[in-house]
């Protein structure tokens, strides 16, 4: 049988960071992804990299390309009744910026780098299953082209993101799961068109939420609010098209540029967090562990996040036998995930439009209220910039 210090389950953000965490302080890992390589290196997901993790990845030598072709943004655009507001984050918040970089683009170069560093990695795993979480020597059984495959390991990091089968292995009683699903869900659009503005716009409009981000100099990014469960064939490009011009229209004539679209689909939101994020030697990190509403752009930053809090506890445990790191992985990760769910659950209810119902009316006039005050107050402007751009220690 095959033996590693930590199996990781999940090529994606988190468990590839703790990989390259873990092995520049000299711990040995194995990567096991369910998908292809080139299946992970295209599917298109978050774009929006906070400052921090941005920091970090340059620290730990993984941001070359990232900073060669990444954008730098210091400001986002609010936009309700036609008009176009700006918040300046990065002046509100001592000059950190954020960073445009899409995340497909992020995980092909941490798969590179960690081939070329003879780490271990293996696509198109099977089956994965997790054995002996409790005991000291958990294993890992998984098969390739229909071989079944053994990898005995002294911790497993479960990074498989929310449809993983970590979190599952984990007996129900011993998680308390908080979920709850929004009234809210978005129309993704890539399109293959130049983006109509510099920064990122968020756009309140009585006919729902639309959103402007940006990926490269070619290829835009949209989200339109609709209906949980609606399905996507009921956005044929002409409308997609015809929503985003009325939702992002501005009255000092603004004009938004149409491409072909990509790639279109609907996602719903939710709110989910397991408490604790461990069971035995079992870590979760990332998507595993938690979801937040896309609004905020916070996902993959949680998830670099905790991939950092664990690589140090493990790197501890195993340099210094000191399990203190391990014993608190979950708390230290959980204060930032709860800080980071009221921003993304705040920042949502903030733009989107309110479905009708009981107490619709009051609730908009109180949303209308707290864009006006984001708008007009510098308080109210650094506060969001603080949570925007990624709080530094909560
Ligand atoms: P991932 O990226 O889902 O990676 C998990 C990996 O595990 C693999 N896997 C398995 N491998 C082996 N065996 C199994 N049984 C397995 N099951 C799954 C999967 O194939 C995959 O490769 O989780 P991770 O690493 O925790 O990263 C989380 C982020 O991907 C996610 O939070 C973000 O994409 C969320 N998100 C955003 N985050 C940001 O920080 N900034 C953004 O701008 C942003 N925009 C978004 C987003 C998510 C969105 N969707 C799709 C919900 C926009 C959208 C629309």
């Known amino acids: 049988m095959a033996r590693t210090c930590v199996g990781i389950v999940g090529a994606g953000p988190a ?9 520049d302080q000299g711990v040995e890992s194995v990567v096991l992804e369910r998908q292809s390589r080139s299946h992970v290196e295209r599917r298109v997901r978050a774009g929006l990299l906070e400052h921090r993790t941005v920091e970090l990845l340059e ?37 950190r910026h954020m960073v445009v970089y899409a995340q497909q683009e992020l995980v092909a170069d941490l798969i590179r780098l960690w081939i070329a560093r003879g780490g271990g990695i293996a696509f198109e795993a099977e089956r994965v299953t997790l054995h002996g979480l409790e005991g000291e020597r958990p ?20 990074c498989d993101g929310f449809h993983g089968v970590s979190r599952g ?20 659009v890539l399109a293959e068109v130049a983006p109509s503005t510099d920064e990122i ?26 209906e949980p469960d609606d399905p996507i064939e009921s956005w044929p490009d ?33 709110s989910f967090v397991v408490e604790p994020m461990q069971f035995g030697r079992l870590f979760l990190a990332g998507d595993a562990a938690h979801i937040v509403p896309p609004t905020g752009a916070k996902g993959l930053n949680l998830a670099v996040a905790d991939a950092r809090v664990l690589a140090d506890a ?4 195993v340099r210094a036998s000191d399990s203190s790191g391990l014993a608190a ?48 107050s510098p308080a109210a402007g650094a506060s969001f910039a603080e949570n925007y751009v990624g709080i530094a220690d909560v």
């Open 314 to 317: 493990i790197v501890r445990q």
């Open 59 to 95: 620290a730990h030598g993984l941001a070359e390309r990232l900073r060669a072709r990444g954008q730098v943004h210091r400001g986002v655009e609010l936009r309700f009744d036609g008009r176009r507001h700006r918040i300046a984050y990065a002046d509100l918040y001592g000059g």
């Open 201 to 226: 716009i968020y756009a309140n409009h009585a006919r729902g939420f639309a959103g402007h981000m940006l990926r490269s100099s070619t290829v835009s990014r949209f989200y339109l609010q609709t």
């Open 329 to 376: 992985y979950s708390d230290t990760c959980l204060r930032r995930v709860w800080r980071v769910q009221e921003f993304s659950s705040w920042m949502t209810w903030l733009v989107h439009r309110i479905p009708d119902g009981p107490g619709a009316d009051l609730r908009r006039r109180l949303q209308r209220a707290q864009l006006e005050y984001l708008c007009a």
């Open 238 to 270: 002409e409308r997609i098209w015809a929503e985003l011009q009325r939702r992002l229209a501005t009255s000092d004539g603004w004009k938004l540029r149409e491409g072909p679209v990509l790639e279109k689909n609907v996602t719903d939101m939710r």
């Open 169 to 188: 292995s984990i007996p129900a009683g011993a998680l308390t799961v908080h979920d709850q699903r929004l009234p809210f869900a978005w129309v993704g």
């Open 15 to 23: 468990g590839l960071v703790l990989a390259h965490l873990l092995a």
């Open 139 to 158: 294993e890992i059984r998984y098969a390739v082209g229909g071989r079944g495959e053994r990898l005995a390991c002294d911790f497993v990091a479960g």
